[in-house]
């Protein structure tokens, strides 16, 4: 017997109550024992009987099995579309402690939650927990996802294979599971009981309560005996009580039944004529009726699927004809949505570009300003010191300060002049180069416009020259035509492309009679076929039917040649030959008494050996039988106390054998109790056993050896005899001779036993072969299935005839079929070759048609083409005229800038010029007598006492300040 110690759930439970991964443990102490009890506290809809549920559902499998309720599918919605769901239940023996673990395994197919109970997958598996397998380290998941029911199912076997000692075992089927389970001694029924006793989570006493006492031994007996034994049992009394009800009727009517056939011969044979002419009658209605009802299912099936193919072409063309909408306004929507984009991307192109010019042009400042900031510095440095030599010499020379002051007074005039002059060349070098710029629109606009003009020249004289090659095309075609001998010379193409449509059409009409004769001899031959198709399988039919009634008929004759000629059989009737029809209830009748008969003998030895076995078992193996267990209790405590004493019939074996019947019949209450060596230890054993408390269920009564040595003392008052007591109790020869006679009459018995177990077994084979005989064959089956045999037989001649007369026919109308087919290929190549000319003479009449069309387009393309060519020279002369005027305009600003140029490069040769200011009035002379003063004044102050060096001093420095100057002039006028 096994308990349950340990469970382990993963993966399963309803939405509420899921069970990932738990292993409920109840086991106590260190050496893993099964606790004798385990109590689960939980709140209501904690979840105790979803527990019990699922335990229960792996040693009770099936629908109609699940604890606390009616519903056949609780235990589906326990598992989710993603689970692997798992129950693994670990059990412990009693008695050797061997442990044993059983399992369920579901998955959905495909992982999919359906409706359809069929579609849960469900596995059972057992096996014996070893170092490499047990509950906690089961293969449920790998690397953290759930395994699939087939991968643990391998993983199961792959375990096996490596370890044997596992023994694992795995079930699909639910019947052969529960047949497993009791082969391990884990009964279902007894789970039964228990699922019965939690069906309404009430009390457990419910279970067993019955309303009336035959519902209560029909509940015993359905428990203790096998439903094979009841049924066996019950067919036998009703067969009986059949047979001997009927027996007097069964003889009657067995007497009239051959009279009545002996008469009933002609008449027989005149019905089997009738049956067959009717049989015939019946096939030849059935054929036509078939035939029309082919016929009338195919012109239903050709006038649906005409139906359905017109529905389809409306609806295919009401779907073209809105796809060619869906399409233009797609169209129309791309085209409006890629303007959109591109506008959008020209304005944010327009946007980026006029920002990158803010920022360039800012960056021009910038540096402007960096690089003006060194020629400023510059320039002032210069003036400073140009200044400081001039303070020294003015200091140095007052008298030459005059001087200086007139030659300072001519430079600045003159400085000025040349600045003045500068900055008018420059401002007519803006003037022509924006003047430049202004043509530059222009010269864009008629350049653009001479090149329309070109291409719209080009494409007129590329349709000229595309309408002269169609022309000469046709007219080259025409010519070809002729020669080919399609079109007579001079010959009107459109009268001949209509003749020609007219033999083209004629061969097609002929192909199109042929196509229709060989489609006609089709339909003949396919309602031909269709016959043929019915009667062929017709023809399998009865040769299948023939064929199994002759399969039936063997295994019928190889079955009553079994029974009809077994020895028992022949024995049981005392006759000679069993005739199966006649003899099979008697025959049942004479089985059932042998098997009753023979099981009472069974059960009577079954008995005996019951009682022998249990005088063997109080004789033991060897010595005395010792006293009972209360009373060896009592001398264990005395002997712990050293208390000497002895039981009564221990002190009894040790008497002289003559002393033994006195003793007994003197002391009987000693010789089963307790005797004491010395009478003073009375007191303290009385004390000593009473504190044990030890409680026996008889009389144990407690005296000395001296008292029960003692012979002459009365016999207890009361006492009219004393049964004999067993001899091995305190005789061991006895014992002995008794022990070898039971143990001898014991195997005898054993024998027998087996012999009547062996030959119940047998009848009961032959009772149930004799069972299924009357049930699959009765009175005149076998007759009746010979005859139904011979008449497939004829049955299926008659139709391989008919057969045979259809495939003629349809290999007369396949010949036919084959010649008209041998004409089409010259009839189909006849209409080809006058399609083709029509086709051809007609695209010519076509083409040539459109030549009178084309040349009115030949003259407006040459229209267009002139014109187009005098636009573009118009446009191109006044282009030409406009960058003629662009590059002078050029050439004088070019010139204005070199004379800029010019006036700066004088400053530079001005002493004295340098610190010249715009704001200075700008000289009315000529620039010639500005020079010329100039000059005189730098003459003139030259000549005066001033130091060589001192005035080269000067004079250089004085040079640098005007360098710095025109420098810082260029800056300024860039910057305007």
């Known amino acids: 017997m096994y308990e349950l110690s340990r469970v382990r759930l993963h993966g399963i439970g309803p939405k509420g109550a899921r069970y990932q991964d738990v292993t409920l443990d109840m086991r106590c102490g260190e050496d893993g024992q099964t606790s004798p009890a385990t109590v689960l506290f939980l709140e209501n809809g904690g979840g105790k009987t979803v527990l019990v549920r699922l335990i229960f559902s792996v040693i009770l499998p099936g629908k109609r099995q699940v604890v606390g309720t009616t519903s056949s599918k609780v235990l589906e919605k326990f598992v989710l579309g993603g689970d692997v769901a798992h129950v693994a239940l670990e059990w412990r023996d009693v008695k050797t402690g061997q442990l044993l673990v059983t399992g369920k395994v579901s998955e959905w197919q495909g992982h999919v939650v359906s409706a359809d109970s069929a579609k849960l997958t469900e596995r059972w598996y057992t096996f014996r927990p070893t170092s490499r397998l047990d509950l906690a380290t089961l293969p449920f998941t790998q690397d953290g996802r759930f395994v699939s029911l087939a991968g643990f199912r391998d993983r199961l076997y792959e375990a096996h294979e490596a370890d044997p000692a596992l023994q694992v075992v795995v079930e699909r089927v639910q019947a052969d599971w529960t047949e497993h389970l009791d082969s391990l001694r884990l009964d279902p029924e007894l789970f039964t009981y228990q699922r019965k006793m939690n069906a309404g989570e009430g009390e457990a006493a419910d279970a067993f309560r019955f309303k009336t006492n035959e519902a209560f031994v029909d509940w015993l007996l359905t428990a203790i005996l096998p439903d094979e034994d009841l049924q066996d049992f019950g067919d036998t009394v009703t067969a009986y009580a059949k047979s001997l009800a009927e027996r007097g009727d069964l003889a009657t009517e067995r007497d009239f039944v051959a009279g009545t056939l002996e008469r009933l011969g002609p008449l027989v044979e005149a019905a089997g004529e009738k049956a067959a002419a009717d049989d015939l009658h019946r096939e030849a209605v059935a054929d036509a009726e078939r035939l029309i009802v082919a016929l009338s299912a195919r012109e239903n099936e050709e006038t649906e699927q005409h139906r359905i193919q017109a529905e389809l072409l409306g609806i295919v063309t009401d779907r073209e004809r809105k796809l060619e909408g869906d399409y233009k306004r797609v169209t129309s929507v791309i085209g409006e949505l890629e303007r959109l984009v591109a506008k959008l991307r020209w304005d944010e192109a327009k946007a980026k570009r006029r920002d990158l010019e803010d920022k360039h042009d800012a960056a021009k400042r910038v540096l402007a300003a960096w690089q003006a900031t060194g020629i400023v510095v510059k320039y002032q440095a210069t003036h400073e010191a140009a200044e400081t030599v001039r303070a020294f010499i003015g200091q140095l020379e007052d008298e030459a300060r005059p001087l200086l002051h007139a030659r300072d007074e001519s430079a600045q005039r003159f400085a000025r002049l040349l600045l003045a002059m500068a900055s008018k060349a420059n401002q007519d070098a803006d003037s022509y180069e924006a003047q430049a710029q202004d043509l530059a629109a222009p010269i864009r606009i008629a350049s653009s416009e001479r090149d329309a003009a ?211 019949a003197r002391h009987p209450h000693l010789i089963d109790g307790i005797v004491i060596n010395y009478g003073d230890d009375l007191d303290r054993a009385r004390s000593f056993l009473s504190e044990a408390r030890l409680l026996p269920r008889a009389i144990i009564a407690v005296g000395t050896t001296a008292t029960i040595a003692d012979l002459g003392t009365e016999a207890p008052a009361g006492i009219g005899f004393i049964i004999p007591p067993n001899p091995a109790m305190y005789d061991e020869e006895s014992a002995e001779r008794e022990r070898q006679e039971i143990e001898s009459r014991q195997e005898d018995r054993h024998s027998r036993i087996m012999e009547l177990e062996t030959a119940i077994e047998a009848d009961r084979t032959l009772r149930s072969k004799l069972t299924d005989w009357q049930r699959d064959f009765p009175a005149g089956a076998l007759s009746q299935l010979d005859a139904d045999c011979q008449q497939a037989v004829r049955d299926q001649e008659t139709t391989a005839g008919r057969e045979r007369e259809l495939r003629t026919t349809l290999n007369t109308l396949d010949s036919e079929a084959t010649g008209l087919r041998s004409q089409i290929p010259g009839l189909r190549s006849h209409a080809a070759a006058a399609k083709g000319k029509a086709s051809s003479l007609r695209a010519l009449a076509d083409e040539h048609g459109k030549i009178a069309g084309w040349e009115d387009e030949r003259v407006q393309a040459k229209v267009i083409a002139d014109d187009a060519e005098q636009e573009a020279s118009a446009q191109g002369d006044l282009a030409e005229n406009l960058r003629t005027r662009q590059s002078e305009v050029l050439r004088a600003a070019d010139s204005s800038r070199r004379n800029a140029q010019s006036y700066h490069a004088q400053m530079a040769d001005v002493e004295g010029g340098g610190s010249v200011s715009e704001a200075r009035a700008v000289p009315q002379e000529s620039l010639e007598s500005l020079r010329a003063a100039y000059r005189a004044a730098v003459e003139a102050y030259a000549k005066a006492e001033i130091g060589a060096d001192l005035r080269a001093e000067e004079a250089r420095r004085s040079n640098a300040e005007s360098e710095a100057r025109v420098a810082l002039q260029r800056i300024w006028q860039r910057g305007s």
């Open 454 to 664: 070109v291409r719209r020249a080009a494409g007129a004289k590329t349709t000229i020259e595309q309408l002269d090659k169609n022309i000469s095309a046709v007219d080259s075609a025409i010519r070809n035509a002729v020669s080919m001998g399609l079109l007579a010379d001079g010959e009107d193409v459109a009268d001949a492309a209509t003749m020609a449509e007219e033999a083209a059409e004629e061969a097609d009409q002929q192909l199109t009679n042929t196509i229709d004769a060989i489609s006609e001899l089709a339909v003949t031959r396919g309602q031909v076929e269709g016959e043929h198709g019915v009667a062929r399988a017709d023809l399998d039919s009865r040769a299948r039917a023939a064929e199994k009634l002759n399969e039936q008929l063997t295994a019928a004759l190889s079955r009553s040649a079994d029974l009809t000629g077994t020895k028992r059989l022949v024995d049981l009737l005392g006759s000679d030959e069993v005739i199966l029809d006649q003899d099979a209830c008697t025959l049942l009748a004479f089985l059932s008494e042998a098997i009753g008969a023979t099981t009472a003998e069974r059960d009577a030895l079954g008995v005996a050996a019951a009682k022998d076995q249990g005088a063997l078992d109080a004789l033991g193996s060897g010595g005395l039988l010792p006293p009972g267990e209360d009373v060896s209790s009592a001398l264990d405590i005395l002997k712990g106390e050293r208390i000497v004493g002895w039981s009564g019939w221990a002190y009894l074996s040790q008497m002289p054998a003559d002393e033994r019947e006195q003793a007994i």
